[in-house]
């Protein structure tokens, strides 16, 4: 690149990435009082309507609370009050409220969340920068000693109008992704990585069709599935599917087909089919979660099965430890609950790693007995069923679904 045309200029902490963690994070990083500039490599309109799941768990939406951003954000999501597990068409419904003592999530679509944040960040006067192209970090293992002092790490980008800047900073938060620069940028022989594959897909589809009543999980030999509301008018369904399953093997008539038996709902109103995908199955997690000044936040640092609803809810998590923990830094001059971050924020990861994976092999074994064999059906069927019969059992699942 050419240096003697590139645009410098410093900020107190830079972030990468406009999803969940990266907006929540500059939003409180503005309400802490802590300078940042947000960089996003796709346009602003992608950002807005990217389709994702969206729950909020208790601890979540407490999060938001304390920060004064609830009424703002939350406005109409209705409560996540209750869930319907269908074990070979026989409902059980879960009262998620008085199993929690009412600790209860929010049930919103993630890019409403998005936009929402968004809308705070820039109407607040935040610098939320979209095509930012060939974004690299330099210097990330430097101490930092002020944005401008040349002794901190810097970052560079290619604006839209293709002009190339460069930002001074003191910290870098890493909010990209799992397929992001930030995560490549941590030396493997830096931090340790754990990777676990379930060994199953889960085909996804979000239709306008008619949603369902509570968020449904249903158990079958026929395989798992599962049907979300996404708006008035509109549903999400997993199903159950072979890891290597394209898109493409699945037409509208197998997925109605599939929905129907394993839902055991034989009148299923069918929809347009607005989107479709195969998820992965898999773990992922990095320890430490920090490189220097580089601090990396949600996906960036771990993925989690959406078996629970966890992924967007521990990046918010993540973003409140490292907003409290910059605040302290820049007002205070204390780095100690820096130096803490990764520590704090993986025994909370871990913690829902296993909850998922729990979750996981009971729905999915409990229904087809060729996925871990018949002994290991009967022990999930067991566990389903004290789930339903042991308050204690529902206390515990009601807690960990709140963020506890």
């Known amino acids: 690149m050419g240096y003697n045309t590139t645009m410098r200029e410093s900020s107190r902490v830079v972030v990468i990435g406009a999803g969940p963690a990266g907006l929540t994070l500059a939003n409180l990083l503005r309400l802490a009082g802590v300078g940042c500039v947000v960089l996003e490599r796709q346009s602003r309109s992608y950002v807005e309507q990217r389709q994702r799941a969206g729950v909020l768990d208790y601890a979540s939406r407490r999060i938001f609370e304390e920060w004064g951003l609830a009424e703002t954000l939350l406005a109409g999501a209705p409560e996540d009050h209750a869930i319907e597990i269908r074990v070979d068409g026989d409902p059980h419904v879960l009262d998620l409220r008085a199993l929690s003592g009412g600790r209860t999530g929010r049930a919103i679509p993630q890019q409403m969340l998005i936009t929402r944040l968004m ?5 607040n006067g935040g610098d939320l920068r979209f095509d930012a192209g060939d974004v690299a970090l330099h210097d ?23 002009a190339v800047r460069e930002i001074a900073c003191d910290y870098v938060a890493g909010c990209d992704g799992h397929h992001g620069v930030t995560r490549t ?39 798992f599935a599962a049907q979300f509301q996404r708006g008035p008018a509109a549903c999400r369904l997993y199903l159950e599917c072979a890891p290597d399953d394209a898109p493409d093997d699945w037409n509208d008539e197998r997925i109605w087909k599939q929905a129907r038996l394993r839902l055991g709902d034989e009148t299923l109103p069918a929809g347009p089919i607005v989107d479709k995908g195969v998820v992965e199955m898999r773990s992922f997690v990095i320890d430490p979660m920090r490189y220097g000044r580089l601090f990396l936040v949600g996906d960036a640092a771990h993925i989690i099965t959406p078996m629970g609803g966890k992924g967007m809810n521990l990046a918010i998590g993540d973003a409140d430890v490292l907003a409290r923990a910059l605040r302290a830094a820049v ?30 092999e009971l729905v999915h074994e409990s229904g087809d007995a060729s996925l871990a064999g018949t002994f290991r059906r009967q022990l999930a069927r067991a566990r389903l069923d004290r789930l339903f019969a042991s308050a204690p059992a529902g206390h515990a699942f009601a807690d960990l679904l709140a963020g506890g």
């Open 119 to 123: 809308t705070a960040f820039l109407e």
């Open 140 to 162: 990330i293992d430097a101490p930092g000693l002020g944005p401008g002092s040349g002794s901190g790490p810097r970052v560079t980008y290619r604006d839209a109008e293709g």
């Open 185 to 223: 940028a941590v030396p493997p022989r830096a931090a340790t990585t754990y990777t676990y594959d379930h060994g199953i897909g889960w085909f996804t589809v979000l239709a306008d069709a008619p949603p369902p009543r509570l968020p449904l999980f249903a158990i079958s030999s026929h395989g």
């Open 331 to 360: 007002r205070d001059g204390d780095e100690e609950p820096l130096a803490a971050y990764s520590a704090t924020c993986l025994r909370r990861v871990w913690n829902q790693q296993e909850f998922s994976r729990w979750l996981t």
